[in-house]
């Protein structure tokens, strides 16, 4: 199950999600990405064909393909998007020819239809023509944007390797529950395995100092789990999936040939846990087939984390 799907059905609550954008932003991958299943219904609404709802259980979520201008008149355009818990606008992060359309598009939506957050998302992070949230930035004039009618946020995801969806969930968890986290949320880090692709090593380092026989089963089901996740990326440079086995959560991060799997709390917040992977796949990348001590590299970096 995603983690938004999850976050979404976990609360007796009605919750919808409306997305935006123009055509081929990312709106039918995102919204699969999400569901991970066919046990949503799909309804249709007679005279239209921009608009598709999802329904599962209490959740919905509902997309409108956007042109060249916001449909702030039409009746099912006020009632459903505008009448979400949550508004995201994607845009697709590989076309620069759409940067200027988009920009338009969320002007007119904060000028004129007062949404009170929005969250736009830059798609296809994976794909190595994606601009960076500095370039998204820049060229849709986030900063431009009039703060006392919306606040705007800005993040890049990608619906195929299921990178930044994970922090999606942080927002929505914030903006739609009125959850804060604590300025930093540190983690309860419990174990750790990387693997290096060019020479399939694998390295296991162990933190809490009494580990007992449930973690160390984890383990041994994790290094199959991590194999399966490299050759499930192999055709891609970074990735990141989260996985649960006994009572862990396990996010896995892939950046160039190495990955990283950080075995950490049930309650833990996954986002750091995410964070702490790839600053720990920095230190090791250039240390491939040498020995590395991932017990002290943890350590002396995050001594706040490490469940001792």
Known sequence: MSAIKNLMTKFDVKISIAIVGLVNSGKTEFVKRILQSDEFIEASVSNTTEFELQILDNFSLLTWDLDDH???????????????????????????DIFQQSRKLIKDLVEKNFPIRLLVLGSKS???????????MTNLSLMDLDKTKCDVDLFKFSSKTGEGLYAIEEWLNRILFKRRERVINYTKIVACITLCEES??????????????????????????????????????????????ASF?????????????????????????????RNVLKI?????????????????????????
């Open 200 to 245: 399939g090593a694998i390295n296991e380092a162990v933190l809490t100092e009494k580990p007992n026989l449930t973690l160390l089963a984890t383990l041994r089901e994790l290094k199959r789990k991590v194999t399966i996740f490299s050759r499930t990326m192999r055709v891609h440079g970074s990735g990141e999936e989260v996985i649960e086995i």
């Open 284 to 308: 090791i990348s250039p240390y491939c087939d040498k020995s590395i001590n991932l017990v002290k590299i943890i350590r002396d970096l995050y001594p706040l984390d490490v469940s001792y």
């Open 249 to 277: 959560k396990i996010p896995l991060v892939k950046e160039h040939r190495h990955i990283v799997a950080l075995v950490v709390g049930p309650h833990d917040s996954i986002p750091r846990a995410i964070e702490i992977s």
């Open 70 to 96: 916001i449909p702030q008149k039409k009746t099912l355009w006020k009632r459903s998007i505008l009448g979400a818990n949550a508004l995201l606008f994607l845009v697709d992060s590989t076309n620069k």
């Open 126 to 136: 994976d794909l190595p023509n994606s601009a960076s949230v500095g370039e998204l």
